[in-house]
């Protein structure tokens, strides 16, 4: 009895540290200790245990922008939640199967998943758990220009998350209006909630998400003629972003300066910052970061009187919308290539 005791110690202890490496945005260091974990869960054998272990192997290999594996980890972990009939296992993993298949640019796949583990956290009155995917629900239609209903979900949240006394998600909230207000071009109301996030972030050390933050604030500078300004803070952000492994956020970062860059008329400048973006975008998969790129890039091309370029970025732009399937974003496109 005492070794099994004795395993299941060294799992909890391990797991913890794990969690922690990932908070911290340090995704290898916990990819390296959730899969000495499951190892160890089946050895006890301890199935609830391997469960739990798969999920935390799948979070860091996203963490990683390792989507394929990833996805792989949340089935099986689907799997042993269906196999145990544990509902909290099933959402989690639906839930973070709906992050995957996002971060993929397959939406509707994504959407599906998370009314899923919404509908089942509901159900278990899981308020931390329901909210957390409702948010990733909200952050999927900022980015599919539906705004509006993003901010609708996000103010639900807002008030869920501060009657949980859940300041680190209260800020993500926060970040999240602040991002769906400055596509709507409302730039004063997005600062003040940017701006609301920040201490929250600094208070609870969530370094990814105050880099975020930051560099939601520089694309409003950018976004009200203050380009100066913009790059001072979009510098500081990149920096951040490399020391942090962020692969995603540094891509990002790098398409926004460019882009800041191009307003400025700078564009051998923008270029530059333009093609190491798509580079990382490339090796990541990131179908919709790249889309956002090409078009910046196009649109580099076509005011430098460069058409041929400018089409060649617009059509590449085109085959990847094609591939997530999204109307409204395919006719974004189809606008860039009829204004040639």
Not at 68 to 91: G, M, P, S, Y
């Amino acid at each position: 009895m005492t070794q099994p005791s004795n395993q299941v110690k060294e799992w909890e202890q391990r797991r913890y540290e794990a969690n922690r490496y990932y908070q911290q945005g340090k995704f290898q260091e916990s990819l390296e200790l959730a899969a000495e974990n499951l190892h160890l869960a089946r050895a006890i054998p301890d199935r609830a245990r391997e469960g739990h272990t798969l999920n935390d192997i799948g979070l860091a290999h996203l963490g990683c922008w390792e989507l394929q594996t990833a996805l792989e980890c949340f089935h099986q972990a689907l799997l042993v939640a269906v196999e145990l009939d544990n509902a909290t296992a099933k959402a989690t993993a639906f839930s973070n199967l709906g992050s995957t298949y996002s971060r993929l640019g397959q939406f509707s796949q994504a959407l599906d998943y998370f009314d899923q583990a919404a509908e089942i956290f509901r159900q278990l009155e899981d308020t931390q758990g329901e909210v957390s995917t409702l948010n990733d629900v909200a952050l999927i239609y900022t980015k599919l220009g539906e705004p509006k209903r993003a901010l609708l979900l996000h103010h639900q949240i807002l008030a869920m998350r501060r009657s949980l006394g859940d300041f680190s998600g209260e800020a993500t909230t926060l970040n999240g209006i602040g991002f769906a207000y400055s596509t709507l071009g409302q730039f004063e109301k997005a600062l003040q909630f940017l701006q609301d996030a920040l201490p929250i972030q600094r208070a609870v050390k969530n370094l990814i998400g105050e880099a975020t933050t930051l560099n939601n604030i520089a694309s409003i500078y950018s976004d009200i003629g203050q380009p100066q300004q913009a790059l001072l803070l979009y510098h500081q952000v990149l920096l951040t972003r490399q020391a942090l492994g962020d692969r995603s956020g540094e891509a990002t970062t790098l398409n926004n300066i460019g882009y800041t860059y191009s307003n400025l008329g700078q564009h051998r400048q923008a270029l530059k910052f333009y093609k190491k973006a798509i580079t990382i975008h490339r090796e990541l998969g990131d179908r919709l970061g790249k889309i956002s790129t090409l078009l910046n890039m196009g649109s580099l091309y076509a005011t430098t009187k460069r058409k041929k370029l400018a089409r060649s970025c617009y059509q590449n732009a085109q085959e990847l919308a094609g591939q997530i399937e999204y109307e409204p974003l395919l006719e974004k496109v189809q606008l860039f290539m009829n204004s040639l």
